[in-house]
């Protein structure tokens, strides 16, 4: 059976990060999910695995469908994010208009969200909740076997037109049995960040789950229990991507920092087997320290991002963040000495937030001076606290994000939170925020000291140059 996994692409993308930011145009990062998935498959299976990332490849509509045709795949996977919904259902489309027979199996966030709202889209034939990896190979296995499919975790289908929901499995406990995500299957060498000066980079996951609950967050699809990789499992992964030429990776953990320990010996391990390679990672200001963060820097790590999101206590405590303006300052104080680059995203029109607490927020970005930032209006995603506390306080007349799942639109523009603020006045207030900070004259002329080729001035003069426009 040929597998072919699909990245789609963002032509139809949701606005729902308005307006554009650098880190939307920073680069193409590896699909992680549909890695694994192809790993996994090709470890435990006799399966033949493809995968066809549009973004990075820059396809079309019609040059996908000609992808496709040349790969002939019995089964195509797609990874399904609600802002994404559109151009999966695209592809998906075209799949059928090339052959019908072609299996269309769709995973992600969205699908956990809205099941039955997905597995009625057309051309549509089953979908994998939760962790992919167990439930899309039992899948496989069985898919020309209807009562099989009926004892499968994690799979929803049609039998006619009865939706069969068979729940989540369980969240995988030993994360160290999982192969590493099958890299070699793309063009690994084209992914890159305008944040680094180094090409190619890669992204990894070394834990999965998040403990915290901040208002605007939820990933239904990895669940609420930290689970974390060893270190010796995490290193031979970096080792792995050293041998294959990629020079830096993107922690791409919620929260890499939650287990102190673990993250100093990853630390020691590194430095153990002398390996050069920079890494990133996100972390929360209140789970770092300088011993930890010289450890950090001496085994290789170049940058942190750290989720503030407001400048005003007030905020914070509406966000549930779980921090305080004092922890921020000091953990972009640490960072700066010890010399690790900086990124801090920060949202503004949150629940209870006004015109002067934004304009606090720009002046606290300034002063903790990341050396980027990322600033974004707050979107209430669906299945978030924070959604639904919009639909019980009635901010919006319907619940939306539903409607939108039941009939995809590319005239759907979601709506802010704007029981304080309007949209234009948030719109415009995040415009004067990337203004304020990014044009200040000290940072241009910083940015332009720190440049280290002519490839890095075009790449980050686009990135300016988007923001510009904002």
């Avoid at 695995?49 to 790969?71: P, T």
């Avoid at 990874?79 to 999966?88: G, K, N, R, Y």
């Avoid at 790590?301 to 914070?316: D, F, M, N, P, S």
Wanted: glycine share 4%.
């Amino acid at each position: 059976m040929k597998i072919l996994l699909v990245n789609p692409t963002t032509f139809n993308m949701l606005p729902t990060m308005l307006p554009q930011s650098i880190d939307e145009i920073r680069g193409y990062n590896p699909p992680l999910g549909i890695l694994y998935l192809a790993a996994y498959l090709q470890k435990y299976s006799e399966y033949q695995v493809e995968i066809l990332d549009c973004q990075v490849e820059e396809l079309d509509y019609g040059q996908i469908e000609s992808k496709i045709k040349e790969k002939n795949p019995d089964v195509i996977g797609l990874t399904t994010m609600t802002f994404t919904l559109i151009d999966v259902l695209n592809i998906a489309k075209i799949a059928k208009k090339i052959n019908s027979k072609i299996k269309v199996i769709l995973g992600g966030p969205h699908v956990d969200i809205y099941p039955k709202e997905t597995i009625n889209q057309p051309n549509i034939d089953y979908l994998v909740l939760g962790e992919g990896e167990k439930p899309f190979k039992n899948l496989l296995d069985n898919i020309n076997q209807l009562q099989q499919l009926y004892q499968i975790k994690g799979i929803v289908f049609k039998d006619k037109k009865e939706i069969i929901n068979n729940g989540r499995d369980e969240f995988n406990k030993d994360l160290d049995s999982l192969p590493f995500p099958a890299r070699q299957l793309t063009p690994y060498h084209k992914y890159s960040s305008v944040l680094s000066n180094v090409q190619p980079i890669t992204t990894m996951f070394t834990s999965r789950g998040c403990p915290y609950n901040c208002l605007f967050c939820d990933r239904p699809n990895l669940g609420k229990i930290f689970r974390a990789r060893s270190p010796k499992n995490v290193v031979d992964e970096m080792e792995e991507c050293l041998k294959m030429g990629i020079k830096e990776i993107l922690i791409y953990d919620d929260t890499f920092t939650v287990n102190r320990q673990r993250v100093l010996d990853i630390c020691l391990e590194i430095q153990k087997r002398g390996l050069n390679i920079n890494w990133d990672v996100r972390a929360r200001v209140d789970t770092v320290d300088k011993e930890l963060l010289k450890a950090m820097k001496i085994s290789g790590c170049q940058r942190i991002h750290y989720g503030v999101e407001a400048g005003t206590q007030k905020i914070l405590d509406v966000l549930r963040k779980g921090i305080t303006l004092e922890q921020a300052e000091k953990a972009f104080k640490l960072s700066r000495e010890i010399g690790l680059e900086t990124l801090a995203y920060f949202m503004i029109g949150s629940p209870t937030e006004t015109e002067e607490d934004i304009l606090e927020t720009i002046k606290f970005a300034k002063k903790l001076n990341p050396d980027f930032t990322h600033i974004t209006i707050t979107t209430p995603f669906p299945s978030t606290d924070l959604y639904r506390m919009g639909l019980e306080q009635k901010i919006w007349p319907d619940d939306h994000w539903q409607k939108f799942a039941e009939n995809p639109s590319i005239d759907f523009s979601p709506p802010f939170w704007e029981k304080i603020l309007s949209k234009e006045e948030l719109i415009s207030l995040n415009q004067k925020a990337y203004r304020a900070f990014y044009f200040r004259p000290k940072y241009i002329l910083k940015k332009i000291f720190q440049l280290t080729s002519f490839k890095e001035l075009k790449t980050k003069s686009k990135a300016a140059w988007g923001m510009l426009k904002i």
